[in-house]
């Protein structure tokens, strides 16, 4: 099967590829190594082939500590020494990651299992040091860290540890961020003095969404390179079980997201990207100058360079001559071989959104809080009966039941986290987004929610205008509350609040908050 896996890959010269292997196929026997096993086949015929990007490895054999993941210093310089021999084996490869999220407990074993995560990352930073120490390692890159997440508060502990001083990149697996939000996520993450100088690395990504896979790549690779991710890789290449879309279906050929991944990997790469961001609600990039994507708030949108063509995100054609943007396809258009520019060969509809807090999320560097007060988008703060709690950024796995993304918290209210799409209450708190408007006029406000089936009693939705008038609503479940008209004067506010309602208990929720122009959105309808 490998090897007509493998004449698919040259078919269509997929390259930079993310593998694997695994310590105890290799090592049988104490300082004893292998080179034959089936295991290493595609390995070695692709590492010929220079098509390896990085090579993962995993520090457990059962031939040390039970096949544990090794924590001992005779343990981890086995470890360090396998490493060594396989860079020996395989000059071709460049980069070696070492460990795979070892931020969480589904790839380690053992005492290792029983560590907190930043206990954990000490125990990274020893495997790195003893593997930075083999000679065979001082002309290849490391990959360090290896997060599930951008969990910057475990990250932030591998550096302060000392394994910055080890590692050429930080590897990550952002699964549990939406793609809007990898730029600023990964902003906090540089905040670190000690990730200067160092890549940021996307070693696996995917989905298990058959019909939205296809935007769901074209979203990341936009965001990530407006974050300067210096690679990313599709996770998986053929089909594993795990119901994550491939780029090889089970008969071989490409699948939709793997054709999209296959143009990408003929006209993305290497190119550079601009970004196109008109306002804070709509998203794209240009690669290079023939291939471009667009999403965002809803509206309508016209081709006005006859050169280029749209295409749905699989590269199929597009059925109707009417073109519109949408939050969860992306709209994907492609050159004869004139250069695209969006700003001028797309002309975008009216859309009636004047805030979003998705769109609109705020993680304040340090010295700051959520009560910016800018123009556009919300302030948020806490309330505890009379007092005003400011919301601050949190790097997110700082501490157990924490989010592994960066977060808005606050140090007296310790359970509750705010993220883009979500809030967990955590006690006798009230959450307050307030707009402020720009011009005289009247909106609506939405309110979008999934209340935990935990909580008892749901949640309570308060909007307050600034003449003093209120309406409040309760929400339990799947729903989206919608308030007003409203009219608001130019720098009027109004505040949105979720409360706890009578109980406290088990009050997390999704969220999102929208304002919208109630005469735009008439005259979309």
């Known amino acids: ?41 595609a390995t070695t015929a692709l590492s ?21 993941t090794v924590v001992t210093d005779a343990g981890i310089a086995s470890f360090a020494a396998f490493v060594g021999e396989m860079a020996a084996k395989f000059p071709e490869i460049e980069t070696f990651q070492i460990g795979n999220e070892f931020n ?23 495997h790195l ?42 590897s990550l697996h952002p699964y ?61 290449l053929e089909v594993r079980g795990d119901n994550y879309v491939p780029v090889f279906g089970p008969d071989l050929k490409l699948t939709p997201t793997g054709r999209a991944i296959e143009l990408a990997g003929r006209v993305v790469s290497g190119q550079p990207t601009e970004v196109f961001r008109p306002d804070p609600f709509t998203y794209g990039c240009t690669f290079g100058e023939t291939l471009a994507v667009v999403w965002g708030a809803p509206r309508s949108a016209k081709l006005l360079n006859p050169a280029i063509t749209a295409l749905e995100p699989d590269l199929s054609e597009r059925e109707g001559a009417e073109l519109s943007l949408s939050r969860d396809s992306v709209l994907l258009l492609q050159s004869d071989g004139a250069p695209i520019d969006l700003a001028t060969d797309l002309e975008l509809g009216p859309h009636h959104v004047l805030a979003d807090s998705f769109d609109q999320f705020v993680r304040p560097p ?3 809080d959520a009560m910016t007060g800018s123009t556009g988008g919300f302030d948020r703060f806490l309330r505890r009966d009379d007092e005003i709690l400011p919301l601050g950024t949190c790097p997110g796995q700082e501490k157990p039941h924490t989010p592994w993304r960066p977060y808005l918290c606050n140090a007296e209210a310790p359970r509750f986290a705010l993220s883009p799409r979500s809030v967990v209450l955590g006690g006798k708190l009230e ?74 208990a088990g009050d997390r929720s999704l969220l999102r908050v929208r304002v919208r122009d109630a005469i735009q959105d008439n005259a979309l309808q």
């Not at 694997?20 to 096993?37: H, L, T």
């Open 1 to 41: 099967m490998y090897r007509k896996l493998l004449k698919r890959i040259n078919d269509f010269d997929l390259r930079s590829l993310r593998t694997g292997v695994v310590w105890g196929r290799v090592e049988r026997q104490p300082g004893a190594y292998v080179w034959n096993d089936p295991s290493l086949l």
């Open 176 to 236: 549990t961020s939406r793609p809007e939000q990898i730029p600023d996520e990964l902003e906090v993450l540089r905040r670190h003095p000690k990730m200067r100088g160092l890549d940021i690395e996307i070693t696996e990504f995917g989905t298990t969404d058959v019909d939205g896979a296809p935007s769901f790549f074209w979203k990341h690779m936009c965001m990530m390179a407006a974050a300067n991710v210096r690679r990313a890789v599709w996770y998986p």
């Open 48 to 68: 010929r082939q220079e098509r390896i990007g990085s090579l993962t490895v995993y520090p457990g054999n059962k031939l040390f500590e039970g096949g544990d």
């Open 431 to 504: 959450l307050s987004h307030v707009y402020h408007a720009q011009t005289d006029g009247s909106v609506m406000v939405d309110v979008e929610l999934g209340v935990h089936e935990i909580s008892s009693d749901g949640l309570g939705v308060s909007v307050v205008a600034e003449d003093g008038t209120l309406e409040r609503k309760l929400a339990s479940g799947a729903e989206t509350l919608e308030f007003g008209p409203i009219h608001l004067l130019d720098g009027q506010t109004v505040t949105i609040s979720i409360d706890p309602n009578q109980s406290a």
């Open 104 to 126: 969480s407990t589904s790839f380690v074993k053992g005492p290792a299992k029983e560590m907190s995560p930043l206990e954990r990352a000490h125990l990274h930073v020893r």
């Open 366 to 368: 340090a010295g700051e």
């Open 129 to 170: 040091a003893a593997i930075d120490a083999q000679p065979t390692m001082a002309d290849r890159r490391i990959l360090g860290v290896s997060a599930h997440s951008v969990a910057a508060g475990y990250i932030w502990e591998v550096l302060d540890a000392g394994g910055a001083d080890y590692i050429d990149a930080v």
